[in-house]
């Protein structure tokens, strides 16, 4: 431990120095000496040291004009003050210092390893106090960022909940809604516009409901497929060729920048793009009079044995308005929106959060008001590939020359009777009891003496 203490040695007659650096250097101490204040003030400007010895009598700059010097360059440096001409008055002159300890002239060698000795054993205290409290700044960080997530999770959860329960009566009425609104086409008279433009506006917001809703439960089940080798610059190009021309024709130029040394990564490639979506439409929206969207992918590469893992990173980067610092935690909460558009259901960045957790990654934002918006998505390379696989069974379709079309309700809209729907619709229809979930999921085989595929199933 010794040899890594650097002490400096201030005095101006050369005997003393000499006998000095020979008493610390034998006890494996680093030592440097000068003769007066302003090389000592030179050399703590250009070396750091852990303490200073400082003879208080010298020609030129005193060694109290010294130690107030030697303060503003370093107020944590440990001084050690030597005199000869012992004073109340110099000792409280040091004392007002922060002195650590003062030494009369002469002096046994134990005394001043001593008080060399404690010096040392403080500023050991004083480094694993810092570390201490920078590991208690970092623990109560972290906490703050577990408790955000569990409130966060725990918000999402009790929304889950609330949307799996309400959602069956909800699809219900939706249902019949629907159905109703397409048998009063049938009945319309094609010239009245008024209710022509009315029915189409039921249907629209019916069909936005029923998004919303299936945004809702999304934000408590787990991805249906399954996690496969994905190309991550392929998956992005492959989401910009969607949306590339909704973004030009509002003056957004794309600049995508791909790292080609990216590894394949485990992912709900469906799941995956629609993070991606919401992340760029978030981004379109911030830029109404066009702008710049800059993608980037990057690999982060941990050398094994190494703690920690390697990680892809995407980046998105805006130009658009940003967003004020008071909302930046909440733009992850469920129904928090920055739009002003009564279409924007605010749950866009909460499931693209959920679905990133699912991937074991982070998702961070960074915002600055008129300049721009950045997220950056971080996802863990695993040195082990788990493949988590969601088996489904699928229904072999045989229905032969013609294909029937069945519609399933619990309820019908009205009192009308199945038949009447059904001869409406072009279709069959049938009332059935039971839980609807059990019976038929939308493209699956529904067989009762014969086959069927639900298109649409209402009523659900």
Do not use: W
């Not at 000792?91 to 001043?112: L, N």
């Not at 509002?250 to 080609?260: F, G, R, S, W």
């Amino acid at each position: 431990m010794e040899e890594n203490i650097h002490i400096l040695v201030v005095d101006s007659q050369q005997d003393m120095r000499d006998v000095l650096a020979d008493i610390l250097q034998d006890e494996g101490y680093r030592v440097t000496t000068v003769e007066n204040g302003y090389e000592a003030l030179e050399r703590v400007r250009a070396i750091s040291f852990n303490i200073v010895i400082v003879d208080i009598k010298m020609p030129g700059l005193s060694g109290m004009k010294l130690i107030r010097q030697l303060r503003e360059v370093d107020s944590k440096l440990t001084i050690i003050i030597m005199t000869g001409y012992s004073s109340l008055e110099t000792a409280i002159e040091a004392g007002r210092a922060e002195v650590y300890d003062y030494i009369t002239k002469p002096f046994q060698a134990e005394e001043m390893l001593l008080a060399i000795k404690r010096a040392v054993k403080e500023q050991e205290i004083f480094t694993e106090n810092k570390k201490l409290l920078k590991e208690l700044e970092e623990a109560k960080r972290n906490l703050k960022e577990s408790q955000e997530r569990l409130y966060r999770s725990e918000k999402s959860a009790n929304i889950g909940r609330l949307a799996a329960g309400v959602s069956h009566e909800l699809k219900n009425l939706l249902g019949i809604i629907n159905v109703v609104a397409h048998c009063l086409k049938k009945k319309v008279d094609k010239d009245d516009e008024k209710a022509t433009k009315y029915l189409r506006t039921i249907e629209k917001e019916v069909n936005h409901s029923n998004q919303l809703i299936l945004n809702l439960l999304s934000l408590s089940r787990p991805a249906e497929g399954g996690f496969v080798l994905t190309d991550i610059n392929e998956l992005l190009k492959e989401t910009f060729s969607l949306i590339e021309h909704q973004l030009s024709l509002q003056n957004i130029k794309v600049i995508a920048e791909y790292d080609p040394s990216l590894p394949q990564m485990p992912v709900e490639a469906n799941q995956m793009k629609q993070v991606f979506t919401n992340i760029i439409f978030n981004a379109q929206e911030a830029m109404p009079m066009g702008g710049e969207l800059h993608i980037a992918t990057r690999f982060q590469e941990v050398p094994l044995g190494l703690n920690g893992s390697s990680v892809v990173e995407i980046k998105f980067e805006d130009t658009g308005y940003g967003i004020p610092e008071k909302n930046l935690k909440k733009i992850f909460d469920p129904f928090f929106s920055t739009s002003d558009r009564e279409e924007k259901s605010g749950l866009g960045l909460p499931i693209s959060q959920d679905i990133i957790r699912r991937h074991d990654g982070n998702i961070e934002v960074k915002s600055q008001l008129n300049v721009g918006t950045t997220f950056i998505i971080k996802l863990p390379v695993k040195r082990k590939i788990e493949k988590k696989v969601i088996q489904k069974e699928e229904a072999t379709l045989d229905i032969g020359m013609e294909e029937k079309i069945l519609i399933l309700m619990k309820t019908t809209p009205g009192g009308m009777k199945p038949d009447d729907i059904g001869k409406i619709l072009g279709v069959d229809s049938k009332l059935v009891s039971g839980t609807m979930e059990k019976l038929v999921t939308e493209g699956v085989v529904f067989k009762e003496g014969e086959n069927y595929r639900a298109a649409s199933v209402y009523s659900t």
